[in-house]
């Protein structure tokens, strides 16, 4: 499988805090060129049924995914899996430990908005659920721009639910360790998501590579929608430094909100070796 140039190992349903549904996903990857396609969902494999019927129906290529939420220095990483048995026991409770707590969050998240003037967003976010399991700063985002607090949900991750800014509630998520082993314990293979996003200095971001790969890790996104041209560079020599397989993904959550469209991403670099390569066994 060596000649799939066009993967797209990185995307998000209503399962989690995107807004198309796996099955109007897939139609959409396969018709923007991805050849081989994986939803991988915060925290949730619910939809993995749903994602590979629908790229089945769609004849397209796909690998169970997910993106792991995990707390390392004090700060969010995300971890994605790909590949793996999504019935696995221990991936399932793994996963449905690391969403609880979020309801508790967002109550929090909400208290602190009515306390600068913005009342009722628990409610109002509650409406862009769609797995009651996961409320995501996404679905606040949404409601304060349903509600004219800001223009767009961008603009929102400026002002407020971030750290220091009205509205964040800091959260302990999956131990780095925890979410790896979940992962390779269930036959996937572990991928450090978007690290240009991580706001880490060149210790912590060493301390993260180094540990991720103790624990069994094996994988880095270098082309991702978060990523620049640099990133790209600075990634594809992490692959080689810390000989780690790259992958690809847009992080497509919704055609009004994400600036990467499924498959709209340009190629690897030629020096990296593609996840998928050593996943060709487990594709749907
Ligand atoms: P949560 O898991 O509830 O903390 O929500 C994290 C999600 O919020 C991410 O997966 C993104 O979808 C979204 N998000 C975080 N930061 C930003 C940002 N700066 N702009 C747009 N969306 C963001
Ligand atoms: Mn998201
Ligand atoms: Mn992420
Ligand atoms: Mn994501």
């Not at 396969?30 to 081989?36: I, P, Q």
């Not at 048995?85 to 929090?108: F, K, N, S």
């Not at 925890?178 to 240009?196: D, E, K, M, Q, S």
Request: glycine fraction near 10%; hydrophobic fraction near 40%.
């Amino acid at each position: 499988m060596t000649h799939i140039l066009n993967a797209d190992l990185h995307c998000h349903s209503v399962v989690s805090d995107g807004t198309l549904t796996p099955e109007e996903l897939a139609p959409r990857a396969k018709a923007n060129g991805v050849a081989l396609w994986s939803l991988t969902d915060h925290d949730e494999i619910g939809g993995q049924a749903r994602a590979i019927a629908a790229a089945r129906q769609a004849g397209l290529p796909y690998l169970t995914g997910v993106e792991v939420s995990v707390t390392f220095v004090n700060a969010t990483v995300h971890i994605i899996g790909l590949g793996f048995d999504h019935t696995d026991p221990a991936l399932v409770e793994g996963l449905r430990q690391t969403r609880g707590g979020r309801e508790q969050r967002a109550r929090a998240m909400s208290d602190d908005l009515a306390r600068v003037g913005i009342p009722g967003v628990y409610e109002g976010a509650l409406k862009y659920v769609g797995n009651p399991e996961l409320i995501s700063r996404s679905h606040f985002a949404r409601y304060l721009v349903e509600i004219g607090v800001c223009k767009e949900t961008n603009e929102v991750f400026r002002k407020y639910i971030t750290e220091g800014k009205p509205g964040f509630v800091a959260h302990r998520w999956a131990t780095l360790r925890n979410a790896v082993r979940w992962i390779t314990g269930a036959g996937g293979l572990a991928v450090i998501a978007h690290p240009g996003r991580y706001h880490l200095t060149a210790n912590e971001e060493y301390a993260l590579f180094t540990e991720f790969k103790a624990h069994g890790g094996q994988g880095v996104e270098v082309v991702t929608g978060a990523h620049g041209q640099a990133d790209y560079v600075k990634y594809a020599g992490f692959c080689s430094e810390f000989d780690l397989l790259a992958s690809r993904g847009s992080d497509f959550h919704s055609p009004t909100e994400s600036h990467t469209d499924l498959g709209k991403l340009p190629n690897l670099p030629g020096s990296v070796t593609p996840v998928w390569e050593p996943l060709a066994a487990r594709f749907h």
